[in-house]
């Protein structure tokens, strides 16, 4: 079979290298005759992969000791949840900045706990889709925290800005997490579900800085609950232990290949190679300013729609997977998170010029 | 290396014959070219297996057509607080027979919701532990639902009997589920954490009938909302692709072995080999009264505990492992789920002999 390359937005594709580690050890893990999966989440064996994957995340964002670390159920989603039930506390209002879809299905979300502030950052310069500089956002001096989803999955948004506020920021980095540095003392929580950049779905990664714990909503389901997962070590239930597993082979291949400045202008390479060559093509575009297009989601549309299907056809036959655009903006989306080669973004635009030769 | 058996309690070993098909498709699944834990949850290869996995499971417990069949996030605890705050409507008391630890977490939980009305069942019988006939129940006419879990993983206690009520029976099956037949008709929901009978740690399984839903909590998460994931299909987020996929292959194992039927009678004799051993034996002791006894997680004591840590240490190098009991009653225990074979329990055995024979 051809070499294929799988630009599924996620579940996403994983490192390669730790694919044929993770296949190679499926039955047989650390010599102990049995999966990695099949043991106890308590015994010595496993809390050696947790403490390694906890320290080597550590390494990877620089991660200060006042924030605890914890791998949770439920997906960015139950984190629409948690959010608000945990760090509301008495206060009622919580400002959420508005960039698109994810950032509309969390204040969906939060309005059930308490009434959310949205901050509509989304504007047009040069005919392009833009983002407000922070300066402009409309926050609320009553806020208890400031929620953000700094890159848009769908629309291929990226906000570069942090909200300018001395309230604790909290980012959904579901797409974004361990794609570059961060500097996560500037966040009061950092949550991400795995199934871009960290592992296979069904994990959850949660970063909260201590000072932001102990303020739970009475009724707030115990396994959301950050001072009950800080207490129990993410332990309080059976955790998905292969996904957390998985996730520390990540870590390792991350700090192997160079940690997150090699990752920055990996991933800076290849999204400059899709839209340079975008930009420069007549026959596809992409409406999102230069300043706030997304690393990780490029979508792209080609002059006549019509010719969609045949594109994705002939992509696929190529190798090329999981093209097509989310059914809200149609076209295309190359979603190029960490572990897409170079090779398969240079494939894709080899591609791309084929095409357009063939039906310009 | 020599065979292993695991008798871990969970997570827990999955069938042989299921890990090493896992193994060997794992970088190219379907001949796709990559992991199906790589692929998106909404692609056409992967709802194929989402269906399967459905009529499959739903052939195996012949689950009637007004019952939902849901793949979630948050493992059984998730299900504490879910199934409260889906089904309490404006009730304020529900049941919860309790047997043990497992009973006692939901209660736990439950308290956060409602004011659970506890139902204590354990007795001695011929100085053993076991369980009240439920005509003895002290159920409340006012709850709203009856909620218990049918076998005690700790102790080792099976509760055989249904509640005798019109209410709605809610049953945590997390570690009996798929191990015989059961009558689905008779329960309002059934759920089950998958990390012993279903697959890898990390989705949990719903079952529940269609007059239950839509009386949610609005506080209620909406990872949480049966109403929601009936509508979504278990796809409101991200779900656990390769938990669900390995369920799915679990479950065309346990058709080609015949069904619950064959479980059932394989699950009998393995359980009769082990506790008829023990009970033979003046070594080796289980406090639980027969018509009680776990079919699932045969716990046992030695005479002399003081020779536990060899026991553990010279079964381990016999590839028996993970035979610890809990911290909350010592001793030993086994766990011997659907996927661990006889073979497995007659090696316990054999080894069980022959340490007596030394030390006796």
Request: proline share 5%; charged share 20%.
């Amino acid at each position: 079979m051809e070499k294929v390359f799988n630009f599924s937005a996620g579940p996403a594709m994983l490192p390669q290298d730790v694919m044929v580690k993770v296949q190679a050890e499926l039955t047989d893990w650390n010599n102990i005759g049995t999966s990695v999966m099949e043991i106890s989440h308590r015994g010595k064996e496993f809390l050696e992969v947790v403490a390694d994957a906890e320290k080597n995340l550590r390494d990877l964002l620089s991660i200060p000791d006042n924030y605890h670390v914890l791998f949770c159920h439920g997906g960015a989603r139950g984190q629409f949840s948690a959010v608000p039930m945990n760090l509301l506390g008495s206060g009622t209002i919580a400002d959420y900045v508005d960039a698109g879809y994810w950032a509309q299905s969390a204040i969906k979300e939060a309005k059930k706990y308490c009434t959310p502030n949205t901050v509509s950052v989304l504007t047009e310069t040069d005919g392009l889709k833009a983002v407000l500089p922070a300066k402009d956002w409309k926050l609320s001096k009553d806020a208890e925290y400031v929620h953000f989803c700094p890159n848009e999955t769908i629309d291929g948004i990226e906000i570069r800005d942090l909200p300018l506020t001395d309230k604790p920021i909290i980012a959904d980095m579901s797409s974004t997490i361990l794609s570059r540095p961060i500097d996560v003392s500037q966040y009061g929580l950092i949550y991400a579900g795995a199934q871009k950049n960290i592992g296979p779905a069904g994990i959850t990664l949660v970063i909260v800085r201590d000072d932001l714990l102990g303020r739970a909503k009475e009724y707030l389901p115990e396994i959301l609950n950050y001072s009950t997962l800080v207490e129990k070590e993410s332990m309080f239930n059976t955790p998905p232990t292969f996904a957390w597993y998985l996730a520390g082979e990540v870590f390792k291949w991350l700090l192997a290949k160079g940690g997150l400045e090699a990752m920055k202008a990996h991933n800076e390479q290849k999204a400059a190679l899709l839209y340079d060559y975008v930009d420069a093509s007549p026959f596809y575009s992409n409406g999102v300013h230069p300043d706030n297009r997304s690393l990780m989601n490029v979508p792209f549309l080609l002059a006549n729609p019509e010719l969609d299907a045949t594109f994705l056809e002939q992509a696929h036959e190529r190798g090329l997977h999981a093209l097509k655009g989310h059914r809200a903006v149609g076209g295309m989306r190359a979603s190029i998170y960490n572990a897409m080669p170079l090779e398969g973004v240079q494939t894709l635009v080899d591609f791309m010029k084929e095409f357009e030769k063939a039906h310009a």
